[in-house]
């Protein structure tokens, strides 16, 4: 059965990296004593090494340890024998890159169809919808494709914000870009605050954590959707 | 002789659309009675004919004329015969695929480089840069390349903010995004403040407004580049 949680982000404001989803992890994990992680997208340009470091860290709260993909000779076979997957934020671009370079996305979309319990953050969040049209992040790399795993059936756009009525910047708000999206594209956005994930079990999806999040339909007004609240209509 | 005007941004916020330009604009196309408007980019996904009568509204101001590429049968005539050129922001994705799919780069550049005025604003300045890899926009389309004019031997990051030290969001500041640009990328950034404007002149370029730009070169610390510097040092 698959179990992911898809979170907007792995820190919250004034907290320690996942502390606010340790409980989470704690049942999410159960049966885990080694995580793979996947580092590619490299936050502030951090290195593989470093990254892993700091999320071995966060994880030995709840005595697992971590191991990270560039670690292993062969990145598909890592995947596949891996216990628990994290994939972590950073740049979008530069994961969805090295994803497609290793040729690793059937095989992470595969483990977790078999049941592999799957956490993002993030970025690591983004590669879960159907594609990476909707990240916020800067595009310093040129990826392959914009397709990413399509475990959920709809776009996700982390750290969602929502419009400052004091700003006085020039720039597109974050509601003004995914109109914009719609333009183009038609499958749903889901705006996550950051606190908020989505937790999928099996083929049951639901909104979870404080906040309410908000959502784009195709053809539609945006709109609140609160917290507990089932995902199984957007399609 | 190139002239370009590759602004940070169309608007200053509390004044019209090009207002804060507009005595600039009346120099740079004193000898223009029409200006050909590339409305691509539509921001916030606005036709390319409603973008283009916006724009005529502005220009009607120093009583210059505005048509719309899309007017045009052939987009590449219009472009070789055109008496000066605008294009305008919104989003750098559609800009660029557009410009792709109308196979219209080169012939811009080299309108440019035999002198046909240009003025770019947000997305159309990102397009003088060597790459779009700094824009700030959502890859909303997959275009078939990053590459873009290289009028300028740097690339453009318009919009340029300054991290706000209240953020309780945990995304990325502008300036971490542009470091990690440099993680993957050498060619120096300049990140443009809204008000800013790089002044060309042959291969002379200037910083021009009222704000001082900051600069991103490679293995550097960022710094700032008060209004009126010569910018020719940057390659």
Same mark, same amino acid.
């Given at each position: 059965m698959k179990s992911l949680i898809i979170a907007s982000t792995s820190t919250i404001h *004034?907290? @320690?990296?996942l502390e606010y989803l340790m409980d989470e992890l704690r049942v999410h994990f159960k049966s885990v004593n080694e995580i793979l992680f996947i580092p590619y997208a490299r936050p502030g340009g951090i290195s593989h090494e470093d990254y892993t470091t700091n999320i071995a860290k966060a994880f030995s709260a709840i005595n697992i340890s971590v191991k990270g993909?560039?670690?292993?000779?062969n990145p598909k076979k890592a995947i596949e024998n891996a216990q628990g997957i994290f994939t972590g934020g950073g740049n979008t671009f530069v994961l969805v890159n090295q994803l497609y370079k290793n040729d690793v996305l059937n095989s992470i979309k595969k483990a977790i169809t078999k049941g592999t319990p799957y956490l993002g953050t993030s970025a690591g969040s983004n590669i879960? *919808? +159907?594609? %990476?049209? $909707? $990240?916020?992040? %800067?595009?310093?790399v040129y990826p392959p494709?914009?397709?990413? +795993? @399509? +475990?959920?059936p709809f776009n996700i756009n982390p750290h969602y914000l929502d419009p400052n009525p004091d700003s006085k910047h020039m720039g597109e708000t974050r509601e003004t870009r995914i109109k914009e999206f719609h333009g183009f594209n038609t499958q749903p956005v889901i705006g996550l605050r950051e606190g908020s994930w989505i937790e999928v079990k099996g083929d049951h999806l639901t909104l979870r954590g404080k906040l309410e999040a908000r959502i784009f339909e195709y053809g539609k007004a945006p709109y609140e959707l609160p917290t507990n609240s089932d995902l199984d209509f957007l399609k």
């Open positions: *004034g907290s @320690g990296p993909i560039h670690q292993f000779d879960c *919808g +159907l594609t %990476m049209n $909707t $990240t916020n992040d %800067m595009p310093i494709s914009f397709k990413t +795993l @399509g +475990l959920v």
